[in-house]
């Protein structure tokens, strides 16, 4: 499906929309009892969303970027855990459109994902490492059998979301025993192909739904279910971009939604008062205005994902790194700032739990976004790519 035909094609957000709807009936209480979002996940299974991005041949719709993006931003604007486990699946599944294409398992595996809508969820933060993603300290053991080759893998994976939930996990490692930390591959591996000890438990701030205990993951499987190609090239090519994107997609999604209580309360309070708008839509105006802001920059970034997708030369380049951490960067940070002037517009009533203006799920949730790789690491790693790379100056795309 095109970019342009989502706007068109009623069916896609209408889907999304009949997610988000069971997703929004049940956010609080997934929020309270940090509880995996069934309701909404198997309505995501029932809409048949878990494969969209799938190539038709393959089963799936071809769904875009851009087209994933928008449906992150529906679902969080109703739960953001729901929306962010749509979002982490999806990322996972754009590794196997990208890159699966050279393994027949890659392909036989996206055909049954899109058949039985499995979901796929990602272990890459590992103990010891934190979230440098792109080192490991596990490494994958390959058994050279007669009857074919199988892998092994031993991982402290300190984070996996929905991790008992997931039909299947993607993992890193290193490639083998005397890898170097970066030199990595993803394998996936099935249900029953793994065990899952719980080591660490997700009683968080926000994104309760999300599940991401810690597990010490052990897992066997045939080594053709470990991608051929490095996962240095996966992280650059499609997992950094899908990464950042959806991510703010849903980001988007809560303060949207609290943009829109913000002005559900100014539009209530100027009607008692006869017409007379509140103090505080003042900061409902200051709010759309980032609001579009945000738009505008996740706007930008799928364009520049769109184009630079078809060549890697371009995908591994720099300036492509420096523009996706920069939306990131801008997502994560901009969100709190509109969510706190929706609160100071509801006031008391945004503060309140349990009101049609509360916000403070919301504020809780978006905190994770600083986190979800920290923001002082990509700062980091785009401070140390300034030292040569030219800053982009110029407002042709
Ligand atoms: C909702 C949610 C869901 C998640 N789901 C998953 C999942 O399914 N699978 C998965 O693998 N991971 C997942 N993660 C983990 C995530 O993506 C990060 O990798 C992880 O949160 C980072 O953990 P950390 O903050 O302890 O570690 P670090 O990234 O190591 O950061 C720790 C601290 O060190 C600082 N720091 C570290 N390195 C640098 C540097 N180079 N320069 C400056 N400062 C630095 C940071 O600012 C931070 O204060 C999830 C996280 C969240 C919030």
């Known amino acids: 499906m095109s970019l342009a035909a989502l706007a068109t094609d009623i069916s896609l957000s209408t889907r999304a929309r009949r997610v988000a709807a069971v997703a929004a009936e049940f956010a609080d209480a997934v929020d309270r009892e940090a509880r995996f979002p069934r309701e909404a996940v198997d309505a995501m299974k029932a809409e048949r969303l878990l494969g969209l991005q799938i ?12 087209d994933l993006a928008e449906i992150c931003s529906i679902l969080g604007q109703a739960c953001a855990a729901s929306a962010m486990i749509f979002a982490m699946h999806q990322i996972k599944v754009s590794s196997l459109v990208e890159h699966g294409e050279e393994s027949a398992w890659h392909i036989d595996f996206m055909r049954e994902l899109a058949a039985r809508q499995l979901l796929v969820a990602s272990a890459t933060t590992e103990g010891g490492i934190g979230g440098n993603m792109r080192n490991s300290i596990c490494a994958i053991e390959i058994l050279r059998n007669l009857d074919g080759d199988t892998c092994r893998l031993n991982k402290d994976a300190t984070v996996i979301s929905y991790g008992t939930h997931a039909d299947a996990i993607m993992i890193t490692s290193r490639s083998h025993e005397n890898a170097a930390p970066s030199d990595q591959v993803m394998t996936v591996f099935r249900k029953g192909q793994y065990t899952l000890e719980r080591t660490v438990t997700w009683d968080t701030l926000g994104m309760r739904g999300t599940c991401s205990d810690g597990f010490l993951f052990v897992g066997e499987a045939p080594a053709v279910q470990v991608f051929p190609k490095p996962f240095a090239e996966i992280a650059a090519q499609s997992m950094l971009a899908n990464s950042h ?18 002005q559900a309360f100014v539009r209530a309070a100027a009607r008692k008062s006869g017409g007379t708008p509140p103090p505080g839509a003042l900061r409902l105006a200051e709010a759309s205005n980032l609001l579009q802001m945000l738009k505008a920059n996740i706007l930008s970034g799928l364009r520049t994902y769109d184009e630079a997708r078809n060549d890697p030369d371009q995908l591994s380049s720099m300036a492509f790194s420096l523009a996706m951490n920069n939306i990131k960067l801008a997502s994560s940070e901009t969100i709190l700032t509109i969510i706190n002037q929706a609160m100071i517009v509801c006031g008391i009533m945004g503060y309140k739990n349990g009101t049609p203006y509360s916000l403070g799920r919301h504020l809780r949730d978006a905190h994770s976004a600083q986190l979800m790789i920290s923001n002082d690491r990509i700062l980091a790693n785009t401070s140390t790519m300034l030292l040569v790379q030219k800053p982009d100056t110029s407002l042709l795309g």
């Open 55 to 66: 190539p038709a041949r393959f089963g799936g719709e071809g769904a875009t970027t851009q």
């Open 245 to 262: 994107l959806l991510w703010s997609g849903v980001w988007f999604g809560i303060a949207a939604d609290a943009v829109a209580r913000a």
